[in-house]
């Protein structure tokens, strides 16, 4: 199913088959603020499991899941951070960056990496803030890459061509051009930039 959403302005009722979906435990495709994402729900490990397949991303892998959350509150529930790397936070967000900090008690098993890490976003979009609000729980994601062979992954037809099979719903925002988060780690005082992206780097 693809819903065409304004990206500005998106009603509530026209996102309920995708809230419904996450839901029941599915996948979605949605846009963000760095282009088009895979998203579960946080409570799903159904969800989970098949987001990690389709972004290749095992449990022992290095790289940790990332979720979207609204608020700083959120960001401090499910990461630990002091007041160095807070005063970071706020400044830097809402916006195109994923933190990736040590993850609390509150994160599920399932979406930990081998160094219990997890990734946090809080992305400068109405469609990403009102999934969340509506879901009630965070939401996890992971962009969908373009390939070599998958040039127009941007295009909400081309997405629908190429995983209308993997997942449930995909909300149409318009064409979006693939740009990357700006990736920080921020663990003890230190500050690593593992990736250079869309948000200029403190």
Not at 105 to 113: A, C, F, G, H, T
Request: hydrophobic share 35%; glycine share 8%.
């Amino acid at each position: 199913m693809r819903l065409r959403i304004h990206p500005e302005r998106p009603a509530p009722r026209k996102l309920a088959p995708a809230v419904d979906a996450l839901r029941r435990g599915n996948v979605i495709i949605y846009p963000t603020d760095t282009g088009y994402a895979f998203g579960c729900a946080m409570s799903s490990k159904k969800g989970i499991a098949s987001l990690r397949k389709l972004k290749g991303i095992h449990e022992k892998h290095a790289k940790p899941l990332t979720m979207l959350v609204n608020d700083l509150s959120q960001i401090g529930r499910y990461g630990h951070m002091g007041n160095k790397h807070f005063r970071v936070v706020r400044r830097l967000l809402p916006g195109p960056y994923t933190m990736i900090l040590p993850a609390t008690q509150d994160i599920p098993r399932s979406m930990k990496n081998r160094n219990h890490e997890v990734g946090l976003r809080m992305p400068k979009s109405a469609i990403c803030t009102m999934l969340v609000e509506l879901l009630e729980e965070p939401l996890l994601t992971g962009s969908v890459t373009p390939g070599e062979s998958e040039p127009g992954l941007e295009e909400p037809e081309d997405l629908e061509r190429i995983h209308g099979q993997d997942v449930s719903v995909i909300i149409d925002a318009g064409p979006l051009w693939p740009e990357p988060s700006t990736v920080l780690r921020l663990f003890d005082d230190q500050i690593e930039v593992l990736r250079e992206g869309q948000g200029a780097v403190p």
